[in-house]
T-cell receptor, first 114, second 113 residues
């Protein structure tokens, strides 16, 4: 069965500094990988995904993520954080063979200070 | 551009009461999901429907039932609510068998007292 680990409950970064939110996964075969963001009292919004091809994926709001198959990781990154990036971030994985359910990590709260 | 619509947005139930959470999507997606979100637990899958006419249990199905009424609608029923079911519930939909992302509703905040 697939699973996702987000080892940090919270990440703190100063505005203008680079940020990284970590994610590792476990799945049989090749993965589809996703990042979502949740603002207070809102649903989840899709940020970016890895399906195949280039290991560096670019998404919404200047975010990007790097897929590393050997380390089974899919870390979310942004070169320069904004205060408005403060939110809850979820990594998710789904297997690519047949129908496989979408499984989420426990989430990482990102706090960007002015 | 409705996407995924959940009703109600808020609900307070007494222990033992029943209720149905409604979800509808207008994107012609085959797959639909119900998740619950609890602090420190992330999103846990309750039930999912890979396609119209099929439903399957997720990680935490106990105390819940679902109905895939048609391709658009996927409802979640609590037959006898318990305080442990106090949570925020999210419905999502997506295409089956492709690397497309799931789309989420705005959530239902349920409190069981």
């Amino acid at each position: 069965a697939q699973s996702v680990a987000q080892p940090e409950d919270q990440v703190n970064v100063a505005e203008g500094n680079p940020l990284t939110v970590k994610c590792t996964y476990s799945v049989s075969g090749n993965p589809y990988l996703f990042w979502y963001v949740q603002y207070p009292n809102r649903g989840l919004q899709f940020l970016l995904k890895y399906i195949t091809g280039d290991n560096l994926v670019k998404g919404s709001y200047g975010f990007e993520a790097e897929f590393n198959k050997s380390q089974t990781s899919f870390h979310l990154k942004k070169p320069s954080a904004l205060v408005s990036d403060s939110a809850l971030y979820f990594c998710a994985v789904r297997g690519t063979t047949g129908f496989q359910k979408l499984v989420f990590g426990t989430g990482t709260r990102l706090l960007v200070s002015p | 551009n409705a996407g995924v619509t959940q009703t109600p947005k808020f609900q307070v139930l007494k222990t033992g009461q029943s209720m149905t959470l409604q979800c509808a999507q207008d994107m012609n997606h085959n797959s639909m999901y119900w998740y619950r979100q609890d602090p420190g637990m992330g999103l846990r899958l309750i039930y999912y429907s890979a396609s119209e006419g099929t439903t399957d249990k997720g990680e935490v199905p106990n105390g819940y039932n679902v109905s895939r009424l048609n391709k658009r609608e996927f409802s979640l029923r609590l037959e006898s609510a318990a305080p442990s079911q106090t949570s925020v519930y999210f419905c999502a939909s997506g295409r089956t068998g492709e690397g497309t992302e799931a789309f989420f509703g705005q959530g239902t905040r349920l409190t069981v007292v």
